[in-house]
């Protein structure tokens, strides 16, 4: 079967955003408690400024023929989710720390090839990032992580106070953890698979049940707000800070799905115990990836506003373009070994094991 035989149907459903837990357009299959009821489906956004979120209908330099496939080589088969239960850690982490690089109104991943046609976004991490990007394009590239192996893409719209732009200052933590009960079946990204978390569409409703949602908007002592709050302290201290975490369960066949979100999913809670697991449908257990950002803007936050709208509309994107064997390295330390670990995937409280990278945060 080819892959234009497999491309989605390009149906609008409008308000139909199933921007939900599992993420947009899963695979239902018997064995999968989480999936969908139904067959393969994908739903897509009504139209909203610089931001559709609809279906990739356009060619670019990892999707020749546009049919918003993107197989990756090889793919990963044969993998059962594992059901196992490891030695307790509280932790299995590592933070990849990066810092802002510039605005545009590109997004190399719902508008490949598209300059100008996004909404405004803030990048971090690779330096070169722009509509054009492609796995080739970044991979080696400079990048503003402390890991100069982490030539990954990180995105999200850009937060504004009426006209001025408000850019996170300094490196902001971004998460690399077990989303699974078992994190010693947590393997590196592929090369080259890129998602989008959240859509810029989704209700207020929508955000606060996304299973990405973590403490929502905070700022000061309030905590879960699903938009920006209308005031924060007006202390140096302050800043408007908000957490969301990343599916973290791949199908394995594709670095990238028509809605950018298909080929992933969150995990599912195995029946009759307290354990997370992937899906039958997406058995291949990944890092977690979680957004910690913070903005420094407080006081009167009546206008506060992200470039996609509304703070429910927040969303982040992610282009993996790590040199493989120092991801690697991190991951096998850190989220299989059970520590939890700094940018050089040092475990200070753990000092006995050592570090992955050395002072240059490179592999030795």
Known sequence: MGLRSRRLPALLLGTALVVSV????TIATAADPGSATGPRTTATAAAHTGHTMALSTQASGD??????YIPAVPQVTGVTPSTATPPRAYFHEFQ?????????????????GQAGKS?????????????????????????????????????????YKGEQKILPVGPQVIYYKAGVTDYTSVRPFPKGLRFVVGNPMQTAQ???????????????????????????PSRPDVQLNLRMQAPSCWDGRYLDTPDHQSHMSYPVVRPGTNDNMCPASHPVALPMVEFKMAWPVNG???????????????????????EERTLKAMVDHCIVGGLQ????????????????????????
């Open 22 to 25: 599992l993420g947009v357009g």
């Open 96 to 112: 990849a720390n990066c810092e802002v690089t510039h605005t545009a109104p590109d997004d190399p991943i719902v508008y490949p």
């Open 119 to 159: 909404h405004d976004h803030t990048f971090m991490g690779n330096r070169s990032t722009n509509a054009n990007s492609t796995t080739g394009s970044l991979y080696g590239g400079a990048t503003t992580c402390k890991a100069p192996a982490d030539a990954s893409a990180y995105w999200m719209p850009s937060l």
């Open 206 to 232: 929508q955000f606060r049940a996304h299973k990405g949602f973590v403490e929502g908007w905070e700022c000061g002592d309030s905590f879960f707000n699903t938009d920006i709050p209308a005031s924060c």
């Open 300 to 322: 009167d936050m009546s206008q506060v506003r992200l470039a996609s709208g509304r703070g429910y509309s927040f969303h982040y994107d992610f282009f993996n373009a790590w």
């Open 341 to 364: 670990c700094d940018p050089r995937g040092y475990d200070q409280n753990q000092p006995q094991k050592g570090a992955v990278l050395n002072s240059e945060y490179r592999l030795p």
């Open 63 to 68: 999707d020749l023929d546009g049919d918003g």
